[in-house]
Structures are given as C-alpha cells and as structure tokens.
C-alpha cells in the first residue's frame, strides 16, 4: 500500500467534497437528523468553485491518498472559536470508512501541525461531535478535553462537540512524530 500525505490541489475539491458527503452520511448517521445531513451535504458548482478557491489561496488543506486515491482530509487555520484566537486549529477531519484505522490520520495530523507550528502557532484545538466514536482519536493525539461548544454548520444548531487542548503544539508534534514512528 503506497501512502501519500500532502497538500490538496484546487482540481482535487469535487473529491474532497465527496469524502466529505460520504463521512457525513455514515459517520453521523443517528448523531445528526437526516434532513440537516442532507441540507448541509449537497454538491453543486458553487460549492465546488468555493473549494476551489479555499485550497488555493489558503493552502490549509491536507490530503492521504492511497494507492493514487485521495480517501481522507483535513483541513487546519486559526482557531475559529474567539477564546482560543490565538490558536492553531484542526477544523475537519475525514477518512473514508474503509481506510480508517490505518494511520492515516495521525499522518494528517502531523502535517496540519508542522504547518501551524511553522506559522507561528503555540497551543491547538480540536472538536469532535459527541457521540462521534472519533473522540477517542483527538484524546489518543495528545488532546486534552476541556468542555464543549456548539457545533452549527452552516448557522444550523446540530449538537454539542467535544473541545480538545493541545497546550504546547510543538510537545503535542513530537509525540505525534513519535508515536507514527512506531507504528511503522
């Protein structure tokens, strides 16, 4: 199996958006009503043109491609939420179910967080739905869970996520490196 994380290129958004629709389809299935998964989850050429432009002018998107094919991504910036301004954030992160527990993931991390700590970043967030069985990853890289906030895509109040710390992002990056190293 041939393993390539990197950065997302513009002509890779419609996939992206696909991973993206499928992991909300099986991943929150029970945690989401069905009709805000299908609201919020739709693919159209705004959306995609949208996309396009994000992963070029913010270059803030990660890729795992297996095998030539792109099954996972994450997407990673300033943190959104205001009592964590100053913090790097990873704002998305999915894998296609049969790619999952790979290592895939952890690999996304560290690239999302060798680019936050080369932009300057010292301490990082992560959110997970709960209920979301992903929660176990965000403690199993190094987050600390400090409470919740609301999760609301596109203004539509869904639930609660989980908020996980990383303190010192550069200690979080080295035990990530660390620990992707033995699983080699």
């Known amino acids: 199996m041939n393993i390539i994380i990197r950065k997302a290129k513009p002509e890779e958004a419609e996939k992206i958006i696909d991973i993206n629709i499928k992991v909300w389809k099986t991943t929150y299935k029970g945690l989401i009503p069905q009709e805000i ?6 693919k159209d050429e705004a959306r995609i043109e949208k996309s396009k432009i994000n992963i070029r002018e913010k ?30 954030e990873i704002y998305t992160s999915y894998i296609l179910d049969g790619f999952q527990m790979l290592g895939l993931g952890r690999r996304m991390v560290i690239e999302c967080m060798k680019e ?59 035990y990530n490196l660390k620990k992707s190293q033995r699983r080699k």
Not at 37 to 42: A, L, R, T
Not at 68 to 73: L, N, R
Not at 132 to 151: A, D
């Open 59 to 88: 270059q803030n998107t990660i890729v795992a491609e297996v095998d030539g094919e792109i099954v996972g991504y994450q997407t990673f910036g300033q943190a959104h939420d205001k009592q964590f301004c100053n913090s790097g």
């Open 37 to 42: 998964i299908d609201k919020v989850q739709s």
């Open 116 to 174: 936050l700590v080369n932009q300057g970043y010292t301490t990082l967030i992560t959110k997970c739905l709960v209920g979301n069985p992903s929660n176990e990853f965000h403690k199993l890289i190094g987050g600390l869970y400090i409470g919740q906030s609301t999760f609301e895509p596109l203004g539509i109040y869904v639930g609660k996520d989980n908020v996980y710390y990383h303190e010192d992002l550069a200690k979080s990056l080295n």
